[in-house]
């Protein structure tokens, strides 16, 4: 059985297909990664700009200074200021060259067109000077950065509306099972709600991508080999679930074998998620996760979302991972690697109860999972733990 640190490092190293490159508007680009460096258009701020809401001066030598106009937001006309003398002006307005400092007006008495401060100016203050953010020509983001709200307004501010990104990969779903049934219909005995499908769909639409229609296989060999290969000759990465373990009517392994797909790795030395496969076929990922939905969930978020960063070209492939102290004590048997669900809390992070992967309850509850090296058999609160955060 394989180490989840090398399962890994196979996920992050094995892939060398030529991305897609293609243009998209800005309002477009959430969640695509860049393919080239932006480079900003203009100096931002353009010119120098209030920040706050008072009188931009000339500093004089006394407190007293005389008002000679207004400026607002958007104005286009400058005042020539002597030393001594004031514009009204507003937050985001232009600071005539010929002013070197803002007052706020909380701290400004007026009377007719003039103003008293019992404040000492300092030169610069409430100005913010041109190009304070980026300069024009300066690199805004690098290539690879996977485009999130605040880059898609840093890029819009310096003037850039196109961007080149890779395209994302297409995505199949196949959940497996004879026991399976629609969510919405009657559960006659022995069947169980089909979850796994709406989860991994709503995980790829969380992350921007293209969502499939989930596909359902019954635990047949013929159907199996059917579905699974048309999908894996239609699509980038294929996701399965259920069916990958020993049991007799377990098809897919047979089935991805008798397709000719290439084993990277099958068992993984973790719980849950410990008949993990991974595989390929050209240029074609596959994915079985285990049926089980807190095992498959596990795995999806520790090999597969790694693996679509990768195919989409993001420079950051992994989830966040803090070093945290544990809240619990944790005793355990197990010899395996083990990722628990956490809750991270102000001062540490608390390992839930309900870790069976046969669970979603505790899943829902956590934001982090805990990753414990195989043979970890205690851990005492306060002890150092690996904590992987979870994106939601
Ligand atoms: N003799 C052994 N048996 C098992 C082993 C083993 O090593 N030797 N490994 C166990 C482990 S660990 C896991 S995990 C499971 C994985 O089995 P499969 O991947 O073959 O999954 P299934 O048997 O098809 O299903 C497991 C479980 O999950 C439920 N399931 C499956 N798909 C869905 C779905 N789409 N929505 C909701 N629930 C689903 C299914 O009904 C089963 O209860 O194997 C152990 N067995
Ligand atoms: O790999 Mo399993 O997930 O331990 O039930």
């Given at each position: ?5 090398e399962?890994r ?5 094995c892939?060398?297909r030529?991305?897609?490159v293609m243009e998209?508007s ?5 969640g695509?990664s860049?393919?080239?460096d932006?480079?900003?258009?203009i ?12 009188y ?5 030598d006394?407190s007293n200074?005389k008002v000679?106009?207004e ?6 006309h ?10 009204r002006?507003?937050t985001?307005?232009?600071v005539?060259?010929?002013s070197?400092?803002v007052?706020i007006?909380e701290k400004i008495e ?6 008293f ?6 030169s610069?203050m409430?100005i ?10 300066e690199?805004a983001?690098?290539a690879?950065?996977r485009i999130n709200?605040a880059h ?6 310096v003037?850039v509306n196109?961007v080149k990104?890779y395209?994302k990969p297409s995505?199949?779903?196949v959940?497996?099972?004879?026991e399976?049934v629609t969510?919405?219909l009657v559960l006659p005995?022995?069947k169980?709600y089909?979850?796994?499908g709406?989860m991994?769909?709503?995980m790829l639409a969380?992350?921007?991508y ?5 596909i ?5 060999y013929e159907s199996?080999?059917y ?6 000759s ?6 399965i679930?259920?069916?990958i373990?020993v049991?007799?009517?377990?098809f897919?392994?047979?089935?991805l ?9 099958y068992k993984?030395n ?11 076929k050209?240029?074609?990922?596959i994915f079985?996760l ?16 790694p693996l679509?960063?990768t195919?989409e070209?993001a420079?950051?492939k ?7 102290s544990?809240?619990s004590?944790y005793?355990?048997k197990e010899?395996?690697?083990q990722?628990l669900k956490?809750v991270i809390q ?5 390992i ?6 046969a669970?979603l309850?505790a899943?829902?509850e956590a ?26």
């Amino acid at each position: 059985m394989i180490k989840v640190e090398e399962a890994r490092k196979l996920i992050l190293t094995c892939d060398d297909r030529v991305r897609h490159v293609m243009e998209v508007s800005l309002e477009d680009a959430l969640g695509y990664s860049l393919a080239e460096d932006i480079i900003s258009l203009i100096d931002m701020p353009p010119f120098r700009q209030s920040s706050m809401d008072g009188y931009a001066i000339n500093i004089g030598d006394s407190s007293n200074y005389k008002v000679i106009g207004e400026i607002k937001a958007g104005d286009n006309h400058d005042f020539h200021l002597t030393s001594g003398e004031a514009v009204r002006i507003y937050t985001g307005a232009p600071v005539p060259d010929t002013s070197n400092a803002v007052l706020i007006q909380e701290k400004i008495e007026v009377e007719d067109d003039q103003i008293f401060t019992e404040e000492t100016p300092d030169s610069g203050m409430n100005i913010r000077p041109i190009g304070e953010q980026i300069r024009k020509d300066e690199l805004a983001l690098k290539a690879g950065v996977r485009i999130n709200s605040a880059h898609i307004g840093f890029i819009s501010s310096v003037g850039v509306n196109k961007v080149k990104v890779y395209s994302k990969p297409s995505i199949a779903i196949v959940v497996t099972g004879n026991e399976l049934v629609t969510n919405g219909l009657v559960l006659p005995y022995g069947k169980v709600y089909e979850s796994n499908g709406p989860m991994l769909r709503s995980m790829l639409a969380s992350e921007q991508y293209n969502v499939p229609e989930v596909i359902r296989v019954e635990d047949n060999y013929e159907s199996t080999i059917y579905t699974l290969g048309t999908t894996i000759s239609d699509n980038d990465v294929v996701i399965i679930t259920g069916g990958i373990s020993v049991g007799k009517y377990d098809f897919v392994g047979r089935a991805l074998k008798n397709l000719n797909v290439q084993e990277i790795f099958y068992k993984v030395n973790q719980k849950p998620g410990k008949p993990l496969f991974y595989g390929k076929k050209g240029n074609t990922s596959i994915f079985a996760l285990p049926g089980n939905p807190a095992a498959a969930l596990t795995c999806f978020y520790i090999y597969v979302y790694p693996l679509l960063k990768t195919l989409e070209g993001a420079s950051k492939k992994e989830l966040n991972s803090l070093n945290l102290s544990s809240l619990s004590n944790y005793n355990s048997k197990e010899t395996r690697a083990q990722f628990l669900k956490a809750v991270i809390q102000e001062d540490g992070v608390q390992i839930l109860g309900g870790q069976s992967s046969a669970m979603l309850s505790a899943f829902g509850e956590a934001n982090a999972l805990i990753f414990l090296p195989e043979n970890t058999f205690n851990i005492t609160k306060g002890d150092k733990v690996k904590t992987i955060l979870l994106p939601w």
